[in-house]
């Protein structure tokens, strides 16, 4: 069984600033983590993902995410945040055993991601 | 490529109306679809997945005769929601995988029930 916890439900950082929104999560068997991002009345949009293979994971838009199987983490980082990353923002696990039914996501509870001027 | 539609992408019906929502694949063939639903500022709950030509499988909790899913071709899925109620108000996003099995999001359907 997996699950994700997303501490928090709103982060808010300058224009500029550093972006860090966590993800912790747990999993029986080995995991593949995403981070997706969801603007209002839209759909989910792939920012990045970890399968296999390096650690530090780098997607669209400026962002990177890094495994870290010890602390069973995988924290999003923007090294400097814009107004059009505000937005929610989605951890998800599945399991590595990566076929069919095995496939299905399970998600944490989303950050909004606010940007001040 | 791997491109996810949704129609329509907002609908309002009665209480006591069916409402049928369709998921495509426009680039790719799907051959599992996922249906979620998603209430205001929360996560995405699985509903139900589907497979090609078979029966879907639905999470617990989730009542199979209100809300029918059709996995006819490889491109397309639909969702209807049966005798809709207020309740049944939300925001339902599909989601396609191929070969690969990576999930492919739909737009989503916001759904209005007066």
């Known amino acids: 069984a997996q699950s994700v916890t997303q501490l928090g439900s709103h982060v808010s950082v300058s224009e500029g600033a550093l972006v860090l929104l966590r993800c912790n999560y747990s999993?029986?068997?080995?995991?593949?983590l995403f981070w997706y991002v969801q603007y209002p009345n839209q759909g989910l949009q792939l920012l990045l993902k970890?399968?296999?293979?390096?650690?530090l994971v780098k997607g669209i838009n400026g962002f990177e995410a890094e495994f870290k199987k010890s602390e069973t983490s995988f924290h999003l980082t923007k090294p400097s945040a814009h107004m059009s990353d505000a937005a929610e923002y989605f951890c998800?696990?599945?399991?590595?055993?990566?076929?069919?039914?095995?496939?299905?996501?399970?998600f944490g509870k989303g950050i909004t991601l606010s940007v001040r001027p | 490529g791997a491109v996810v539609s949704q129609h329509p992408s907002w609908v309002i019906c009665k209480s006591g109306t069916s409402v049928k929502i369709e998921c495509r694949s426009l680039?790719?063939?799907?051959?599992?679809m996922f249906w979620y639903r998603q209430f205001p500022k929360q996560s995405l709950m699985l509903m139900a997945t589907?497979?090609?030509?078979?029966?879907?499988?639905?999470e617990q909790g989730v009542e199979k005769d209100k809300f029918l899913i059709n996995h006819a071709s490889l491109t397309l899925s639909t969702l209807t929601v049966t005798s809709a109620h207020p309740e049944d108000s939300s925001f339902y996003i599909c989601?396609?995988?191929?070969?690969?099995?990576?999930?492919?999001f739909g737009p989503g359907t916001r759904l209005t029930v007066l």
């Open positions: 989601s396609a995988s191929g070969r690969n099995n990576e999930q492919f």
């Open positions: 999993s029986s068997v080995p995991p593949y």
């Open positions: 589907s497979n090609e030509g078979s029966k879907a499988t639905y």
């Open positions: 998800a696990v599945t399991p590595a055993i990566y076929s069919g039914a095995n496939s299905k996501l399970t």
């Open positions: 680039d790719f063939q799907a051959t599992t």
């Open positions: 970890y399968t296999t293979g390096a650690t």
